[in-house]
């Protein structure tokens, strides 16, 4: 899907928010001492939103080893095509274990004090839209 789909824009709507807040949260914990506790809540949101939303985009692809296991039941003509689509499938698993460490990153940097305020979830919807 495109940056500038419905979904793409929505996403980058909501990233920017919680890391505007992020940085808003950084503010008041330099001024008044109380934004490294604040900054918990919207990180808790983009952890729960996003990986939420990560996890619906991927649902529905077959593992490698359902794959296999249809290779062995399929007669011999048709083996060579089911192969070709059970290594495509392993492609797509190492994709989702990519998303995951992307998302995992992502949510880590948002909760270490004062580097949640880089913008960690706008580059996360970006390279997920971009996939």
Same mark, same amino acid.
């Given at each position: 899907?495109?940056?500038? +789909?419905?979904e793409?824009?929505?996403?980058?709507f909501?990233a920017?928010?919680?890391?505007?807040?992020?940085i808003?949260?950084?503010?008041?914990?330099?001024?008044?001492?109380?934004?490294?506790?604040? +900054?918990?809540i919207?990180d808790?949101?983009?952890?729960l939103?996003f990986?939420?939303?990560?996890?619906? &985009?991927s649902q529905?692809e $077959?593992?490698?080893?359902?794959? &296999?296991?249809?290779?062995?039941g @399929?007669? /011999? !003509?048709?083996r060579?095509m089911? !192969? $070709? @689509? /059970?290594? /495509?499938?392993?492609?797509?698993? @190492? $994709?989702? +274990?990519?998303?995951?460490? &992307?998302?995992g990153? +992502?949510?880590?940097? !948002?909760?270490?004090?004062?580097?949640? /305020?880089?913008?960690?979830?706008?580059?996360?919807v970006?390279? !997920?839209?971009?996939e």
């Amino acid at each position: 899907m495109s940056l500038l +789909s419905p979904e793409g824009i929505l996403m980058l709507f909501l990233a920017g928010l919680l890391d505007l807040i992020g940085i808003v949260c950084l503010i008041l914990d330099l001024v008044f001492g109380i934004g490294e506790v604040l +900054s918990f809540i919207p990180d808790g949101i983009g952890i729960l939103f996003f990986g939420f939303w990560s996890l619906t &985009r991927s649902q529905g692809e $077959k593992t490698y080893k359902e794959a &296999r296991e249809e290779v062995a039941g @399929k007669k /011999a !003509e048709h083996r060579k095509m089911v !192969e $070709k @689509k /059970a290594k /495509a499938l392993k492609k797509g698993v @190492k $994709k989702g +274990s990519k998303k995951g460490l &992307r998302f995992g990153l +992502s949510a880590f940097g !948002e909760l270490i004090p004062f580097l949640g /305020a880089l913008p960690f979830w706008t580059i996360f919807v970006i390279l !997920e839209m971009k996939e």
